[in-house]
């Protein structure tokens, strides 16, 4: 089975703090990606990356980056946080066939 | 860019009576079509999906889909559903060629009740 892993469940941050966001997976999948998820919203896609520091913007990239150094590794930076970035935070790979797969998702509080 | 509609935010249903969750897309091209489920305080979970060949695609917990090309539409539908089924219910699409970009709907909150 595919395993995405990500650092934390919870997280609570206080604004201007800088955040760092771990995800990692263990499928040798080139695609990997970062949503946000709020009540109304759905999943609104951030950043994603189609291979070792290489990424592209989503929909929303504003007050985020990312970087990937490994290819099993992606991680989500904010770099000063803010409270509109309290959220749901996914990180999903993306298999051959193009389902994605998630992980458990961190909870980030911004205080 | 593609767009998914999930016409319900919320659907209230009885113990054991059958449930359809609704999803329309947007698309002038050939597309990859997903279904995942998502448990309190959990990620999403892939539930089923339709890739090519039968329009019926069956999933996992006696879930099943119906592609319909020509409605655009991918509805999900299980017979009988149980407590164990209330979760939020995401629909999701990808172009076959280009992009690995999923599209997702806005969910529907499916609620089970004893």
């Known amino acids: 089975d595919v395993k995405v892993t990500q650092s934390s469940r919870y997280l609570v941050k206080r604004t201007g703090e800088k955040v760092f966001l771990e995800c990692v997976q263990d499928m040798d999948h080139e695609n990997m990606f970062w949503y946000r998820q709020d009540p109304g919203l759905g999943l609104r896609l951030i950043y994603f990356s189609y291979d070792v520091k290489m990424k592209e913007k989503g929909d929303i990239p504003e007050g985020y980056s990312v970087s990937r150094e490994k290819k099993e590794r992606f991680s989500l930076i904010l770099e000063s946080a803010s409270t509109n970035q309290t959220s749901m935070y996914l990180c999903a790979s993306h298999g051959r066939l193009g389902e994605q797969y998630f992980g458990p998702g961190t909870r980030l509080t911004v205080t | 860019a593609q767009s998914v509609t999930q016409l319900d935010s919320q659907v209230p249903v009885f113990e054991e009576a059958p449930v359809e969750l609704r999803c329309n897309y947007s698309?002038?091209?050939?597309?990859?079509l997903f279904w995942y489920v998502q448990y309190p305080n959990q990620g999403l979970q892939l539930l089923l999906k339709?890739?090519?060949?039968?329009?019926l695609v069956k999933g996992i917990n006696g879930f099943e889909a119906e592609f319909n090309k020509s409605q655009t539409s991918f509805h999900l539908r299980k017979p009988s559903v149980h407590i164990s089924d209330t979760a939020e219910y995401f629909c999701?699409?990808?172009?076959?060629?280009?992009?690995?970009?999923?599209?997702f709907g806005t969910g529907t909150r499916l609620t089970v009740i004893p």
């Open positions: 698309s002038s091209v050939s597309v990859y």
């Open positions: 339709y890739l090519s060949g039968s329009t």
């Open positions: 999701a699409v990808s172009e076959k060629t280009g992009a690995n970009n999923l599209f």
